[in-house]
């Protein structure tokens, strides 16, 4: 579901703006719940049916953070820099902290690495944007894995939770076919709808 049309053309995952409220970062957020699409669309909004053109591999955020992001976390924490004939060290203390809930939690899921640093988030005084751009980084690496999006369940935290599989694709004009919903269509069957 979406409060507007949907663009004709969509951008690959390096230029791929979400709205800096989604929870998970940047990408095209689909529902398998219709109900939970229309939500999102509102009244005046349309539904769209989303297929992916062929299997698109997905990172099941259920799955403990990849060592590879794990790793990205400890680097970038302190890096040291050379200037004028001095070595300083720069410290991203949101970094630390992201580190210290994985030292603390070494069996995490990637979305609870994600919910802590959205939690942690306002303390290091790091912007939404700033977040954004940690989580967009995060894809960047397992893009590097063969993973063309995330996928979790949705409805956990709600107090009226209506679970749903959401799946967040990074590069919907590449991996996906999206046509517009008819109201008819909704009552023949539920396929994975926009959000």
Same mark, same amino acid.
């Given at each position: 579901?979406?409060?507007?049309?949907?663009?004709?053309?969509?951008?690959?995952?390096? &230029?791929?703006?979400? #709205?800096?409220? #989604?929870?998970?970062?940047?990408?095209?957020?689909?529902?398998?719940?219709?109900?939970?699409?229309?939500?999102?669309?509102?009244? %005046?909004?349309?539904?769209?049916?989303?297929?992916?053109?062929?299997?698109?591999?997905?990172?099941?955020?259920?799955?403990?953070?990849?060592?590879?992001?794990?790793?990205? !976390?400890?680097?970038?924490?302190?890096?040291?820099?050379?200037?004028?004939?001095?070595?300083?060290?720069?410290?991203?203390?949101?970094?630390?902290?992201?580190?210290?809930?994985? &030292?603390?939690?070494?069996?995490?899921?990637?979305?609870?690495?994600?919910?802590?640093?959205?939690?942690?988030?306002?303390?290091?005084?790091?912007?939404?944007?700033?977040?954004?751009?940690?989580?967009?980084?995060?894809?960047? !690496?397992?893009?590097? #894995?063969?993973? %063309?999006?995330?996928?979790?369940?949705?409805?956990?935290?709600?107090?009226?939770?209506? %679970?749903?599989?959401?799946? !967040?694709?990074?590069?919907?004009?590449?991996?996906?076919?999206?046509?517009?919903?008819?109201?008819? &269509?909704?009552?023949?069957?539920?396929?994975?709808?926009?959000?």
């Amino acid at each position: 579901g979406a409060k507007g049309e949907l663009p004709e053309e969509f951008m690959g995952f390096e &230029d791929y703006a979400s #709205s800096t409220g #989604s929870a998970y970062g940047g990408g095209f957020y689909t529902t398998s719940r219709t109900g939970t699409a229309k939500g999102y669309a509102g009244k %005046k909004g349309k539904l769209y049916e989303v297929t992916p053109k062929k299997e698109v591999k997905l990172f099941d955020m259920e799955q403990p953070v990849p060592p590879s992001i794990k790793q990205s !976390i400890k680097r970038g924490g302190v890096y040291k820099i050379k200037s004028r004939g001095e070595t300083l060290e720069i410290t991203d203390e949101f970094l630390l902290r992201t580190q210290d809930f994985l &030292d603390d939690n070494p069996k995490a899921s990637l979305v609870e690495l994600y919910d802590e640093m959205r939690a942690l988030a306002p303390y290091e005084e790091i912007t939404p944007g700033d977040l954004e751009e940690y989580f967009h980084g995060f894809g960047f !690496i397992l893009q590097e #894995s063969g993973y %063309k999006g995330l996928r979790h369940k949705g409805g956990v935290l709600s107090s009226r939770p209506k %679970k749903h599989e959401v799946n !967040i694709y990074w590069n919907p004009g590449k991996d996906l076919d999206i046509k517009p919903v008819a109201k008819a &269509d909704l009552a023949a069957g539920e396929k994975t709808v926009e959000r």
